[in-house]
């Protein structure tokens, strides 16, 4: 299962992006039971996580993001959604979104990797 991330582009220092993730249709009976990921890959880093919600909407960020990005998800539209404000440069990279579990205590993903989308920060 792949799920594919839309939504990014240029957007000015302090500027807004809002990205979209819709569930594939394989998974769209059972996809208000995932919890559901937003990752970040930076050039030349790791991909991490910056925010989750959980079947339960319980939402958690990096503390690179928070109170600046919000999570939520609309389960009747099988989407999950990546609102960023107050955008910096060090939020350039390739987003991808994913369905997640708790591992221990670590969120961890468990799909394949779809495609990102490219949000680039820069004036």
């Known amino acids: 299962v792949q799920l594919q991330a839309s939504g990014g582009g240029l957007a000015q220092p302090g500027g807004s992006r809002r990205l979209s993730c819709k569930a594939p249709?394989?998974?769209?009976?059972?996809?208000?039971?995932?919890?559901m990921g937003w990752y970040r890959q930076a050039p030349e880093k790791q991909r991490e996580l910056v925010a989750q919600?959980?079947?339960?909407?319980?939402?958690d960020y990096a503390d690179s993001v928070k109170g600046r990005f919000t999570i939520s998800r609309d389960n009747s539209k099988k989407t999950v959604y990546l609102q960023m404000n107050s955008l910096k440069p060090e939020d350039t990279g390739v987003y991808y979104c994913?369905?997640?579990?708790?591992?221990?205590?670590?969120?961890?993903?468990?799909?394949?990797w779809g495609q990102g989308t490219q949000v680039t920060v820069s004036s």
């Open positions: 994913n369905t997640i579990k708790m591992v221990g205590d670590t969120w961890t993903s468990y799909n394949e």
């Open positions: 249709r394989s998974i769209f009976s059972v996809f208000s039971n995932y919890d």
């Open positions: 919600i959980t079947s339960t909407f319980s939402t």
